[in-house]
């Protein structure tokens, strides 16, 4: 299994939902910075179950224990070991999953590849797994501010209600979808609840932007830093869809209006580059956009197929999320700031 991510900032993460704990190894991170372990428990409580009623109500802590690589308060040089218990496994809720595979799920492709599968919410392939990105995200977002630079996501539509109102960076925390205003934020989360209600989940999407980027950052060819973006969004349980700048929108528009035109400091006046040209970053802020499907397990009934190839009836159940981006907003910045940490290193680091 691949479970390693970044060059020289390089998180590995290991553990499955229903182990004794979940935690990962971040090797090379650079010297005598300072480390708020409370920002990062900040951090994990944006992404823990049972946050709100708009998400599943597992009961899970989320408590990081820092085991090494940080002493009194700043990074030593040598790899931080974290470990995160978990602390809320109920596998008797996943008995019903024994020998059937969930439709849309990985059960299928984990059993194809493997030849085993931990039916216990879904072993490695469980977005539990993602807390301990959200740990590696914390502290290269610390490392980060100390450069000026800062990354912030939200919410910009689920279903299909969109971001349409003013965005107030201010209101994104206030509520529990994480939308940056406050009236649409209600409409989601309005339109949560009756998905929840009839049993189904829904999809949704989370704009990402990094401000104070340097000009200069990414690897061309094959490092570009919106492929590395790309890649570290990708990767993230559930997504579907990645676009910077412009976007899918550039289809339609024409060079004299896609071209972003310099003033003469070198910024842009408009942005549908996306901060990024060529693979490396220009100074101006990179947005991105990252779609997230509706998750698979669904509270009705389906056709599917078990271990002996028959196609059987499945009634969903157990605690699930009803929509995930409210919980993944924190884990884009993560991503985000490690990618970023990641090129900043590889591009001589003071
Ligand atoms: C924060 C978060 C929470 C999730 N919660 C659930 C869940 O409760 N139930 C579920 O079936 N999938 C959930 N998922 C999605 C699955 O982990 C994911 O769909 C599954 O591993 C299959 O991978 P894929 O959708 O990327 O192909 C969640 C994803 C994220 C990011």
Redo the contacts with the bound molecule.
């Keep these: 299994m691949s479970s390693s991510f970044g060059k020289l900032f390089r998180l590995t993460t290991f553990g499955e939902s229903h182990g004794e704990a979940i935690g990962g190894i971040i090797d090379g991170v650079p010297a005598n910075y300072t480390i708020n372990i409370e920002e990062i428990q900040a951090e994990l409580d944006k992404?823990k179950p049972g946050q709100s009623s708009i998400v599943?109500q597992r009961k899970e802590s989320d408590t990081v224990q820092i085991l090494s690589g940080i002493f009194e308060g700043k990074t030593t040089g040598a790899p931080i070991g974290f470990i995160i218990p978990n602390e809320n496994q109920k596998s008797k809720d996943y008995d019903h999953l024994k020998g059937v595979y969930r439709p849309s799920?990985?059960d299928y492709t984990y059993a194809k590849k493997y030849g085993n599968r931990d039916y216990r919410g879904?072993g490695r392939?469980?977005?539990r797994e993602?807390a301990s990105r959200v740990v590696g995200g914390a502290i290269a977002k610390q490392i980060l501010a100390s450069k000026g630079i800062d990354i912030v996501a939200y919410v910009d539509q689920v279903g299909y209600v969109q971001l349409s109102g003013e965005i107030d960076y201010n209101e994104i925390e206030n509520n529990v979808v994480r939308c940056p205003n406050a009236e649409d934020a209600k409409r989601m989360e309005d339109l949560i609840l009756t998905t929840k209600k009839a049993g189904d989940t829904i999809g949704g999407s989370i704009v990402c932007e990094i401000n104070h980027v340097p000009p200069g950052l990414g690897e061309p060819v094959f490092d570009k830093l919106h492929a590395e973006l790309g890649k570290a969004m990708l990767s993230?349980?559930?997504?579907k869809g990645f676009e910077y700048g412009s976007g899918f929108d550039c289809i339609t528009m024409k060079g004299s209006e896609h071209n972003d035109l310099f003033n003469e400091d070198g910024s842009t006046k408009t942005n549908h580059s996306g901060g990024i040209q060529g693979g490396i970053s220009n100074g101006m802020p990179i947005n991105m956009r990252i779609a997230c499907?509706p998750?698979?397990?669904i509270m009705q009934r389906q056709q599917t197929l078990n271990e002996q190839d028959e196609i059987v009836s499945l009634q969903g159940k157990g605690r699930?999320?009803p929509c995930?981006v409210p919980?993944?907003v924190v884990?884009v910045e993560a991503m985000a700031a490690m990618v970023v940490l990641d090129m900043l290193m590889r591009n001589s680091f003071e």
């Design positions: 992404r599943t799920h990985a879904g392939s469980s977005a993602t993230i349980n559930a997504v499907k998750v698979a397990t699930h999320d995930v919980r993944a884990i």
